[in-house]
């Protein structure tokens, strides 16, 4: 199959793009990996498939497959890179857009400084719609300085004293003294497939630098450590403020780059404002796997 795509990326976290407003391509898992692939194929963390509206409430709708093939309810640097395409391609001239996800439907605004804008919606504690398994876990006692539930999980030799939270998807956030040093690539592909997160999870480790400003890596569920994480700064910034620890401006200081972000607390949706570029446009022959 001949295929077209973009190559974008926001904040160093990279996607290839496809336009399916048209046409479905119907890949498959293997070739949605294909894609991903840094050495066999295009390269990327994950795939972002532009579809048309399927209801008159939105403008479009788009579809998040991780590099391991897999299909994701969101994608915080995704979301930033969707809009950017479907107004440099000419989908849209709109400059706020209403776009369905697997996870509901999200707003999404490019400003007049090139920076997008999106509205995260509202986190998620509750265990069951994270999904987490508190049996899998033991509950850690409350106090002044951790007024926030909070879950030791155990692994061989190993425990990790974690927050869950849900921006649309899992995550698991751990905060550290120093980011540099955290074991990210050690510790959170076996936290990703905890058995407390029946669909697995994504793995943040938050280094306070200030009530207004954090460091973050993340390891992403199906994609490993990427450059950047919307959904992980929303987690890892609500979080903190749910502690006492943030203010409601944060600044997150990703490896690939900054991104801002917002939340008044309690019911407000969480907004998020980063960049979204272009690298490059190709075509290639997508070959026939299943």
């Avoid at 899992?170 to 029946?198: K, M, Q, Y």
Wanted: hydrophobic share 40%; charged share 20%.
């Amino acid at each position: 199959m001949h295929i077209r795509f973009t190559k974008m990326q926001g904040a160093g976290n990279d996607f290839v793009v496809l336009d399916e407003t048209r046409q479905r391509l119907h890949l498959s898992p293997a070739q949605y990996r294909w894609l991903a692939d840094r050495h066999f194929g295009i390269g990327a963390d994950q795939i972002l498939s532009v579809r048309a509206a399927p209801t008159p409430d939105v403008d479009f709708e788009y579809v998040i497959h991780n590099a391991d093939g897999g299909e994701v309810e969101h994608c915080g640097n995704g979301a930033r890179c969707f809009v950017r395409f479907v107004r440099d391609q000419g989908l849209t001239t709109r400059q706020t857009v209403r776009v369905k996800v697997h996870s509901g439907i999200i707003s999404l605004h490019e400003r007049a400084d090139g920076l997008v804008s999106v509205d995260m919606g509202t986190p998620i504690w509750d265990a069951p719609r994270i999904p987490f398994d508190p049996q899998q876990a033991q509950a850690l006692p409350t106090d002044a300085q951790h007024p926030l539930e909070r879950w030791r999980i155990q692994w061989p030799g190993h425990f990790a004293d974690i927050t869950v939270v849900s921006m649309g998807n899992p995550h698991a956030l751990l905060w550290v003294d120093d980011v540099d040093s955290a074991p990210v690539l050690t510790w959170g592909p076996v936290i990703e497939r905890h058995p407390a997160f029946p669909q697995r999870v994504n793995v943040g480790f938050a280094q306070r630098v200030s009530r207004q400003a954090i460091r973050l890596r993340v390891f992403e569920r199906g994609a490993g450590e990427t450059l950047a994480c919307g959904t992980g700064a929303c987690a890892a910034v609500v979080v903190g403020q749910a502690l006492g620890w943030l203010d409601t401006d944060v600044m997150v200081h990703a490896r690939g780059g900054t991104l801002e972000i917002s939340w008044a607390g309690d019911d407000s949706p969480v907004r998020m404002t980063g960049p979204a570029a272009t690298v490059f446009h190709g075509e290639t022959e997508l070959p026939d796997i299943a």
